[in-house]
């Protein structure tokens, strides 16, 4: 049912800092800083040849990853995301099979239907599916 790996997000405590240390540092493409408000973060896109990796930053006070950054004030992983073909089946696939998600689907950062899973039933792991 999952296809590729779309990307890693990582919650950052400094969006600009942590832009230069991939860029700079590693050497990356790393993208212009966009405002999501609707999410509530900021997001830098790295793109690597096979994936992304997506740093967040909260953005307002309502922003729900605020709490994690509080958590990890360095930082840290917070979800994986993998590609599904069609959101409303893989929905109903783990439904049947008891996972539990977050919310319903929903339109995603990248505009794109989506929908989170829940850690505990996912080996400790936020995942995010992303219809493409
Ligand atoms: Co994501």
Same mark, same amino acid.
């Given at each position: 049912? *999952? =296809?590729?790996?779309?990307?890693? @997000?990582?919650?950052?405590?400094?969006?600009? $800092? @942590? %832009? +230069?240390?991939?860029?700079?540092?590693? &050497? $990356?493409?790393?993208?212009?800083?966009?405002?999501?408000? #609707?999410?509530?973060?900021?997001?830098?896109?790295?793109?690597?040849?096979?994936?992304? *990796? #997506?740093?967040?930053?909260?953005? /307002?006070?309502?922003?729900?990853? %605020?709490?994690?950054?509080? !958590?990890?004030? +360095?930082? =840290?992983?917070?979800?994986?995301?993998?590609?599904? #073909?069609? *959101? !409303? %089946?893989?929905? @109903?696939?783990?439904?049947?099979? /008891? @996972?539990?998600?977050? /919310?319903?689907?929903?339109?995603? $950062?990248? /505009? !794109?239907?989506?929908?989170?899973?829940?850690?505990?039933?996912?080996? &400790?792991?936020?995942?995010?599916?992303?219809?493409?």
């Amino acid at each position: 049912m *999952i =296809g590729k790996l779309n990307h890693i @997000a990582i919650v950052v405590p400094d969006l600009t $800092a @942590a %832009a +230069a240390l991939y860029r700079d540092t590693l &050497g $990356a493409q790393v993208s212009n800083p966009r405002d999501v408000p #609707e999410h509530g973060v900021t997001t830098v896109f790295v793109e690597l040849p096979n994936t992304k *990796i #997506e740093l967040l930053h909260p953005l /307002g006070d309502q922003s729900p990853i %605020a709490k994690f950054l509080a !958590k990890n004030p +360095a930082g =840290g992983m917070h979800h994986l995301c993998y590609e599904v #073909e069609d *959101i !409303k %089946a893989a929905a @109903a696939r783990l439904t049947a099979s /008891g @996972a539990r998600s977050l /919310g319903d689907i929903k339109t995603g $950062a990248h /505009g !794109k239907p989506v929908l989170f899973l829940h850690p505990k039933d996912f080996c &400790g792991t936020l995942i995010e599916l992303e219809e493409v």
